[in-house]
């Protein structure tokens, strides 16, 4: 007796294509509830502090001025990197905070609406998108103390300046998608948020965040491959002027995120009803 043999590739191609349009769909119809969500996030970050909105600055003004006091001081010696050294501290240190912050976006927006999540049916979508429009109004301010820094230090206007948002735009783009993926791991396991601290730590320092990339060793292999480097190199030299030396290599690590993108939001979409389900129980 011959046995039948049934092939679902087809079928199961189809439920993804259909799962895929309707979270792009629900994405659309949730955007007022995004916006509202991250105004409501923004006002309570900064209403209850006396500085307030300054704290937006806080992270890379202090790391930038403390790279650039070794530095002065003769601490350390860095090598040449064609820009005044104190626009490419706060430059760099700048970008990676926008980077690191894309990352941990989706995981923090997500804990912080656990609550709501398990008592209200709305588009779980709607919690990554208000990370996003966070993560976009904190970047714009860091950004215009960074116009500062390149005016104050003399390297004035470049039309590559016009660009600079969309390579900021491509490093959001990047990191919320890393974020993505990260995120049901890390509601699972508390670990996972402590060790993204700590790898992101690490990264920093093999990424041409305070110095320039060496000219020889393997610290150089590491930080050519490295997927952060043409994010982090391409963002700063638009913004100063310079031609981008691995523009290429940018362009290939966004043409990747796309993708990556609607995989980790459909995976985001399978798993996160579940994981709140479980975890309100």
């Known amino acids: 007796m011959e046995l039948e043999t049934k092939v679902y590739q087809k079928e199961n191609n189809f439920r993804i294509g259909k799962m895929l349009k309707e979270s792009l769909a629900d994405i659309a119809s949730s955007r007022f509830l995004s916006f509202q969500l991250a105004k409501?996030?923004?006002?309570?970050?900064?209403?209850?502090?006396?500085?307030?909105?300054?704290?937006?600055?806080?992270?890379?003004?202090?790391t930038a001025f403390v790279w650039i006091f070794l530095n002065s001081s003769g601490t350390i010696r860095v090598t040449d990197t064609g820009i005044p050294y104190p626009v490419y501290a706060f430059s760099g240190t700048l970008l990676w905070s926008i980077?690191?912050?894309?990352?941990?976006?989706?995981?923090?927006?997500?804990?912080?609406?656990?609550?709501?999540?398990?008592k209200i049916n709305f588009p779980k979508e709607a919690i990554i998108i208000s990370g996003v429009y966070k993560l976009l109004f904190n970047s714009s301010i860091k950004v215009l103390l960074l116009l500062v820094f390149i005016f104050f230090y003399?390297?004035?206007?470049?039309?590559?300046?016009?660009?600079?948002?969309?390579?900021?735009?491509?490093?959001?783009?990047?990191?919320?998608?890393?974020?993505?993926?990260?995120?049901?791991?890390?509601?699972?396991?508390?670990d996972i948020g402590q060790l993204i601290g700590f790898?992101?730590?690490?990264?920093?320092?093999?990424?041409?965040?305070?110095?320039?990339?060496?000219?020889?060793?393997?610290?150089?292999?590491?930080?050519?491959?490295?997927?952060?480097?043409?994010?982090?190199?391409?963002?700063?030299?638009?913004?100063?002027?310079?031609?981008?030396?691995y523009l290429t290599y940018f362009f290939i690590v966004i043409a990747c995120s796309v993708p990556l993108f609607f995989i980790a939001l459909l995976f985001y979409r399978i798993s996160i009803p579940i994981l709140v389900e479980r975890m309100s129980a």
Request: charged share 10%; no cysteine.
């Open 40 to 62: 409501r996030d923004i006002q309570a970050q900064y209403r209850q502090s006396y500085l307030g909105i300054i704290w937006a600055f806080v992270t890379p003004l202090t």
């Open 99 to 118: 980077i690191k912050d894309a990352i941990t976006s989706p995981m923090s927006s997500t804990n912080s609406a656990k609550g709501i999540m398990s």
């Open 154 to 190: 003399g390297i004035g206007f470049h039309w590559s300046l016009l660009l600079f948002p969309l390579a900021i735009l491509g490093g959001v783009l990047f990191g919320t998608t890393l974020g993505l993926l990260i995120t049901p791991l890390g509601m699972l396991y508390k």
């Open 199 to 245: 790898g992101l730590g690490f990264l920093m320092y093999v990424t041409p965040v305070v110095y320039a990339i060496p000219k020889t060793g393997i610290i150089k292999t590491v930080m050519e491959l490295n997927p952060f480097t043409p994010i982090i190199l391409t963002a700063r030299d638009l913004a100063v002027g310079m031609p981008p030396m």
